[in-house]
């Protein structure tokens, strides 16, 4: 781990990193490479003309520095954002730019920025084993700047394309594409733009920020796996198809019958009224349909990869199929709970994934709380899917408890690459997914009932 002194400076390097970068063309910065070279060559003129090199590079840096001063642009940059991307997945995104200025604008770049979250040494400690790649080259492991650039970019959120404008006369309007994509799922926040031209010279660049804030969700990463069979048995639900939505606890319709006292008057149907001048009244009854519940485990703070292999797992069973009569239970382990309707289009379906971006690790690890919102619900439930981040007596319980019950269960245990131990009896069909290779594992797994 680098020293806490040379850790601040590691900012100070980024920032000056991505100045030169920005500020300099690629000619720009080789002639910053000869004037540098020339100048030590050329330390003895008496000995040497390399400072005459020297000088004349000087000369056409500092002229292309003074003629980028002179732009200002006005430029008008609007986003068009998707509704969500997902992490891993390469999306896209529009800018529409308006030129405002009274002549063309030719031959700018635009560099999209997002806001880059402070990173502490402490936090660099607790991220260091999210990234792949071994421990790095011999720098790397000394210094620590590689492994630190490359934390930098995955808490900023995302890889955003430079793109070149076409040119945009005066009062026209040009719309451009932009490739992004998402290093890890969660709000990806948007800060300003970054418009640049180089000089006549093409060695320096005219800069100009433009502050234009926005935020994206980054839905989770998901990977493919076999079709889940869930365990169907039916079982009556209050409220009927309207629990699923969350909306309410009316019924679903079945028939008209004549009012009687002490229906309410919200069930009268005004049309059948309005033609046979009788009080006609909706007849509700309550629906029977499958329910299961999916349980995510957040406990595994201490252990980042992990967690986040524990949620895309989760967000990989959520995006599996499933009946058009049946309920998917969304419990996040000693958070919350987001009940949803699956079958019937996607919205739910992207609620729930939404929901799962945003999770974040528990630091408890009692998971009480669930096994008692399960005992209160195991007389509507047809099966339950557990997705767990590290196993032990607590869980073991629960699961006995379940099956014990009668229900039928599928239990995902999520294992660093480290833990070979057998975390259950095979009796309990713990089905076991290494960090490492996540995808593999659960393109194999039995998911029978």
């Known amino acids: 781990m680098p020293p806490r002194a040379l850790f601040r400076l590691f900012p100070l390097a980024a920032r000056a990193s991505r100045a030169l970068e920005q500020r300099f063309t690629l000619t ?134 430079a793109v070149t404008l076409p040119p945009i006369p005066a009062g026209a309007t040009a719309r451009v594409r932009v490739e992004l994509s998402a290093q890890r799922r969660g709000w990806l926040r948007f800060a300003s733009l970054c418009l640049m031209r180089p000089d006549p010279l093409g060695l320096c660049r005219a800069r100009h920020h433009v502050a234009l804030a926005d935020k994206l969700l980054a839905l989770p990463r998901r990977h493919a796996m076999p079709d889940i069979q869930l365990a169907s048995r039916r079982h009556y639900q209050p409220g009927g198809l309207s629990l699923a939505h969350a909306v309410g606890d009316s019924q679903e319709f079945a028939a008209l019958r004549a009012y009687q006292a002490g229906d309410p008057r919200r069930h009268i149907h005004w049309r059948s009224f309005a033609k046979t001048g009788e009080l006609i009244v909706k007849q509700y009854q309550d629906e029977y349909f499958d329910r299961h519940a999916l349980i995510v485990d957040t406990r595994s703070a201490a252990a980042p990869a992990r967690f986040e292999a524990v949620i895309e797992v989760a967000a990989s069973v959520l995006s599996k199929h499933r009946a058009q009569d049946s309920i998917l239970d969304l419990v996040i382990a000693g ?75 599928l239990c995902l245990l999520v294992v660093g690459g480290q833990d070979d131990a057998e975390p259950a009896p095979s009796s309990l069909a713990v089905q076991r997914l290494r960090t490492e290779q996540l995808a593999a594992d659960l393109a194999q797994i039995r998911t029978g009932s």
């Open 28 to 161: 720009g910065r080789l002639l910053m490479g000869v004037l540098l070279s020339a100048a030590i060559l050329g330390i003895d003129i008496g000995q040497t003309l390399a400072y005459q090199l020297a000088v004349l590079a000087f000369s056409l840096l500092v002229a292309s520095f003074v003629l980028t001063l002179r732009w200002r642009p006005r430029l008008d940059v609007r986003r068009i954002l998707p509704n969500m991307v997902t992490h891993g997945v390469a999306s896209h995104y529009w800018l529409e730019i308006t030129n405002r200025g009274p002549r063309t604008e030719s031959d700018v770049l635009v560099q999209d920025t997002l806001v880059q979250p402070p990173l502490s040494l402490a936090r660099f400690k607790t991220l260091r084993d999210m990234h792949s790649g071994g421990d790095g080259n011999w720098f790397d492991r000394a210094v620590g700047f590689p492994r630190w650039v490359a934390m930098r970019r995955r808490e900023r959120g995302a890889e955003i394309v």
């Open 335 to 409: 958070t919350d709970v987001l009940e949803l309707h699956g079958g019937r289009g996607r919205g739910d379906n992207l609620r729930a994934l939404a929901y799962l971006a945003e999770t974040v690790g528990a630091e408890s690890d009692d998971i009480a709380g669930v096994a008692a919102l399960l005992r209160a619900r195991m007389g509507q439930l047809a099966s339950i899917i557990l997705v767990f981040g590290h196993f032990d007596a607590q869980r073991r319980a629960l699961l006995d408890e379940l099956r014990a019950h009668g229900l039928a269960t």
